[in-house]
Structure formats: structure tokens, C-alpha cells
């Protein structure tokens, strides 16, 4: 479509688009797909786009909002060309909608909304017109003049389109342009007691930033008519530019909800710890979760633009988080649930550095030493006193090796009064080191630890899907909170994690070995009080 518009010389070659969210929540996984299209396309055909706030509805809208979106945009890596507030052009709607009264084109309408609701008619069915459609301009300009000086009540009247009530198309059943709300608004105060709607704003609003794609979701493919009818109607004032209004699917994903009212639900009634809470898919719980802004430009980029409604399997963007960080992530290992394990047969106060690579295929990141001795810790699910049939990992008299290090025997089991064991008891075999031991022995189960005297205690949060099921609310009448996975966060408070990340910064990622992909929380994480979330796991838990 932009190619054809391009050669077809209609906008100068030019590309203009814009990402316009109505700062009244924060930016989820489903708008990062608007703020990829727009912005890539612009930057593929060199042209602008722009970051416009569709504040025309006060309600629920806000500065904070507002603060926290360009944050977002910003940190997936975006820029805009221009900021605008469609609260900027509300003398420029006003106006145009005047106008449209004076051309008979626009009426006051004082019909209930029940009434307007009844008068509207049915699909496939004509509606009727309002008794007061045929006022004069002169009334309307009266009447539209005292809407605005605040002498009509909210519901009382609003200024209608005067369209076609019994076209095919609902939205063209003299659709609202003005209603009436006592509201304060955040940028423009009292102005205004009078605010347009999205169909009359948005597109004006289009035009005059001489955008050249108006790309929406498939919910305003019914509305386009309606956009277009108001530019026809008002080229005279605000060019003969026409900005063209495409829609594309949403994005959405299995084992969540987007959408804001959905979203502030789960906050509100705390379900989750705020709107940055890790398992949410708003941007900044993903953010704070892990996700790199390349896997969710990636997730986009896989899974494209379409015209038809789908929703994405979350362990499609899954396995989009895992690649990303599966590349970029440093190793490290981490014990969630420590047991202690006492080498008997070490030189007693004998330190030995073991070398680790951060990352087993990228010699770039480096290696960090591991300072093992007499006493580490392992995961305590590592050991089993009566093992399962096709346990591989630590029994009592058998072999397992600490990864990067030897391989080692359980000789004794310790347990403490209540029958909880507090220490295993082992030796090791020194021939075999990990990389120069001269030992051909092989053990099938290799473990990871960390070594008492390097090793620095933590807290760890294992996050998983917030939903159990695929589509939540689906079996509930749309209560989605029926479906809530009861053990999507998991805390280990007395976790260790090796020396070699203890001065670790807030936002840094990392694979525990054996565990999954995990992140230095953005708030909490602080020099001598570390805090970890689960990003993904190793591999998909969740396959069938
Ligand atoms: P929500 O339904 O979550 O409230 P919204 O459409 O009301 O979303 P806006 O702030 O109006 O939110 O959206 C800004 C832009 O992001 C719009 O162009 C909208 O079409 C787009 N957008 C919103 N949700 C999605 C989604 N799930 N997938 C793709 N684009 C989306
Ligand atoms: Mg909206």
C-alpha cells in the first residue's frame, strides 16, 4: 500500500506515522506490535513518525501515564520525530466542528441515550431519525455554544453527525462528535466541559500532523467510512492531505490478557504487586522480568502483520525470550534450596580456582573463577536418600559431578533430631578434575553448587505463567481471575549464588545453569541484598 502510494506519487514519496496511545494505563506486549509497525516502517522508508498522546478522553488519563509510555517507547530503543497531545488541537476540533454545523452537516441532538441507543436501530435494520435532527444552524450553533458554556447537563445533549440513519454501516448513523463531561482535564484544566470523540479527533488529528498511514487495529475497519466522511467534510481546514486508515490484528497472547481495563482489574485488586509486577505483559513488568526490548521487537518481527485475529502461543514468545538470552546471558550458578556437602578426604584450608566460562560459545565474555574447597552447597532436590527409579543425580554411596569441578561420593547422610538432613558427607576422587584430570571415569549425573567462602546468599523469585489456562476467563464467563495459576511466583529466600556476580548490577541478565534464565531485579536488587526473577525456564515446561 505505501509502495503504491509512493509510486503513484500521491504523497510525495513521503512516510508519515504515528504510535497514539491514550495515556490513561501503561503500554502492554500488544501495543509494543503498534509502536513496531509505526516506527519501522517510518525508518524503512525514511520517513517520520511521530508519538502523539490521544488524551481527548479525561477520565481516567494522566501525567503519570504519560511520563511512563515515552519511558517505554524510549527503552525499546524507539524515537520519535515529534511529541504531540491531541489536547493540543482541541480549538482546531472545535472549530471544525462548527464548521460542520454551518455546512448542515452537523445537528444537537437532546435524545436520551436510551433513546439514541433505540433510534439507532438494528443491524440490517434502518434507524430512525431523531426528532431533532432538522434544527436549524442557527439553533445548533446556539445550542452547540451553550454545550460548551456548560449549560447542559452531561447526557443531556451531544453534537451528531448528520450522516445517513439507515446506511448499512452503524458507525455512520449520525455518530456522536461532542458530548458533554464535567471533567477537569489533566493538561487543559477547565477549559473545556465539552470533549470530541475518537472518530471526529483522531482523524483531524491525523491530518494535521500530515500523517500519511493511519494504522489502527481491526476494530475501526467498520469506523474507516466515518474517518473518511470527516476529512471529506473538513478539507477546507485541515488540508486536502487525506491520511489513509489501515488496521491490522492485535496482538495477543495465550495464558494472558492485554488489554488496560483487564490489566488495572489485576492491579487494583492485587493480584499482582503493581503495574510492574514480572508475570504481567505490560512493558515495564517485562522490563522488570528480564525480557530484552530485541525479543519483543522479535516476537513482532516472527510473527508479522496480519489482517486476520489470532492469538500468539505464549511459548512462541517464549522460545523468542530463551534465543535472545541464550546468546546474551553470562552463566552463572545458582543453589535455590542449599543442603551442605563436606568434601572429608580435601587438605583441610586447601583452596583451589576452577575456571568457568560466562558463556560455553562466546570466548568475548570472558571467564570468572570459582574458589572451590572442603564445603559447598548443592540443591537439595539433587540428592534423593531412596532414589526413583532413573535418578541420576546424588544417592548415598553413589557418584555425581560438581560441574567445573570433580566428581564426588556420598559417604553419610547427617539429618538433625526432626529427620531433616543437614549435611551430606563425601570424597572426592582428585584424578578427576574437569578439563586436566587425568581420570577416564564417567558419571551420568553432573550438578551444579556453590562453594562455602564464595558464594553470596539471595533471593530468588521463580516466575511462571500468571494464567494456567490458554484462555483465561474463556470457561468462566470471562472471569478470568477463576484461572489464575496459583504457583506462578515461587520465592527462594535463602538462596546462594557464586562470588563471581555478587556485585552485580540491577537489569543484568543471566542463565543459572540447570535452572533457566534469570534477571537482577531493576528495584529491589541492591550490593549485599540480592534479588533475582526467573525470565523463562531452560526449556518449555509447558508442552504437552
Ligand atoms: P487497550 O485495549 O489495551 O485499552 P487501546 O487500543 O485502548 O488498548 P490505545 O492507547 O488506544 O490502547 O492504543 C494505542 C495504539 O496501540 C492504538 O493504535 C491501538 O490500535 C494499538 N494497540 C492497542 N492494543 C493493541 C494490541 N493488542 N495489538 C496491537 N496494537 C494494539
Ligand atoms: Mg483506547
Known sequence: ??????????????????FPPEPNGYLHIGHS???????????????????RFDDTNPEKEDVEFENAIKEDVEWLGYKWTNLYYASDYYDKF?????????????????LTPEETREYRGKLGEPGKDSPYRNRSVEENLQLFEKMKNGDFAEGKAILRAKIDMASPNMNMRDSAIYRVKKLKHHRTGDKWCIYPMYDF???ISDALEGITNSLCTLEFEDHRPLYDWFLDQLQHLVGNQHPQQREFA????????????????????KYVSGWDDPRLPTLRALRRRGVSPRAIKGLSEQIGVTKKESVIDMSTFESIIRDDLNTH????????????????????GKTELLEAPFHPNNESMGHRSLKFSNTVYIEREDFMEVPVEGYRRLIPGGEVRLRYAYIVKCDEVIKDSNG?????????DPETRSGTGTSTKKVSGVIHWVAKGDCEKCEVRVYDRLFSAEFPGREHDGDFIKDLNPNS???????????????????????????????????DCKPGALVFNRVVTLKDGWKK
Request: glycine share 6%; hydrophobic share 35%; proline share 1%.
Open 1 to 18: 500500500m505505501i509502495e503504491g502510494a509512493i509510486r503513484s506519487g500521491k504523497t510525495d514519496g513521503r512516510v508519515a506515522t504515528r
Open 250 to 269: 492485535k496482538l495477543k497472547l495465550t495464558y494472558n490478557i492485554v488489554g488496560k481495563r483487564d490489566l488495572r482489574k489485576m492491579v487494583e485488586e
Open 420 to 428: 531433616n538432613i543437614t549435611e551430606l558427607k563425601c570424597s572426592y
Open 94 to 110: 472545535y472549530e471544525c466542528a462548527v464548521d460542520l454545523i454551518k455546512q448542515g452537516k452537523a445537528y444537537v441532538c437532546e
Open 329 to 348: 546471558a553470562h552463566r552463572a550458578m545458582c543453589v535455590l534450596d542449599p543442603i551442605k556437602l563436606t568434601i572429608s578426604n580435601w587438605e583441610t
Open 33 to 51: 506490535k503498534s509502536i513496531w509497525l509505526n516506527f519501522s516502517l517510518a525508518e524503512e522508508f525514511g520517513g517520520t513518525c511521530n508519538l
Open 201 to 203: 479527533s483522531h482523524c
Open 489 to 523: 511466583l515461587q520465592v527462594f529466600k535463602d538462596a546462594l549464588v557464586e562470588g563471581a556476580i555478587a556485585s552485580t548490577k540491577p537489569e543484568v541478565q543471566y542463565q543459572f545453569e540447570r535452572h533457566g534464565y534469570f534477571v537482577s531485579d531493576r528495584n
